[in-house]
DNA sequence: CGCGTCGTATGATCCGGGTCATAAATAAAT
DNA sequence: ATTTATTTATGACCCGGATCATACGACGCG
């Protein structure tokens, strides 16, 4: 059993507690609110997108795999983030997959009256361009790390990013970063070793603090 | 001059002959149609974003500069297509700086008045979705290739998804890829002799053809 | 025309991070 | 409490693509 309950591990979207759009649209537009289980497979790559996904309760992850079961984390998604509207809106297959990371609830919502609700929902339209262009901030600068940076600067990166989610005023403070060596190599395109060897040559330089095995930054 | 008019040189943005939109929406908004060089930077990473922007003549490349001056392109903009509606949309600073190809117009329009287009006109507030949308899905696509695939793999991705954006109805016939060696490295986080090599391996291989230096497939 | 710039080409060398193997430390399960 | 699974750790080796140097080809321009 987890012992301190004075750590303070952070969310990884904490703003979720604001919903993309709030339960009772959802409800008024015929979204039905799933139970699913770990590890339970809400999409796949390649197939067509039917409906609006928003997560209630649990995290989801949407990653590719290559040929060698190499695998890719496109972004995980915690409670009150909408997932999976790309394809839905830009008319193409689903470039990845989502499966759930915990038990949970998750919104689902069809096409058809996901479009009347935008249309009819000014307010929640736009809060769903600024979600859609926060994506694309994120992939710009991963893309941007994953095609030109060394290893320490791609952790470096990603660990700054989760933490100025949560600390609205920027702080000195450390924080437990959430993830394991497995999913920051999944997330910056490396291998679990290199995350390790390179995580710990930051220790010995003063980048990062090691307590026990949590990364704190 | 160029010779043989009949080589089928390809778009590279071809739809963008529709415009994201419509110039009569423009004026109606107060956008101004502003004449630009070649070589001229139109924003610059960090920079706060202020307008609205959209190509209607000459082409415009997104890109960021690493410390030791290696570049990679986030995007290339033809005309009919806008760009970086991201930091306007998403209130950020722009990651990535933008400058025109060749000589050209650019439409350019406030903020404020991009928004009230958008809450008065539905049709094109869904437009701008389907072409964040769509770019989410370049991204998606470059992420992948970067994170885990071989620059041949790498190349023939890019070119086959230049190739269907032209070719509505997938064809057999080869076109001529409008890109060089240099920007195809560029936009693939590879180098250009690695671009150089990986090309003449894959003509001896079949797998596309020279025809003088230009690439056909 | 010849010159300058940009794009293409090719070889030699090097090294960062991937790969493989093996094990210790933690956490989870029963 | 003992087993089982997951995560962290470390060494040895290797190789693909980056880097550097150098040259040739193509094309636009005065």
Redesign the interface.
Known sequence: MRSSPVIQYFPIFPEKRKRVIPASVLNAYNARLVKVDKDQILFEEGRQALDFFQVEEGKVKMY?L?PDG?E?T?GIFSPGESFG????????PY??SAITLEPGKIWRMPKSDF?RL??EN?DI??K???V??????Y??????E????DPEHRLLTIIKYFKSKIAKHPSREKVIVPFTRQQLADMT?LRVETVIRTVKKMEKEGKLVLEGHKIKF
Request: with cysteine; hydrophobic share 40%.
């Open positions: 590719v290559n190499q890719f496109q509207e790309p394809p839905l809106l830009g008319d193409f470039p990845s479009l935008l249309k000014f339209h736009m769903l361009d600024q859609l262009c926060r994506r694309l901030q992939k710009s600068m991963i893309l941007t994953v095609s030109s940076y395109g």
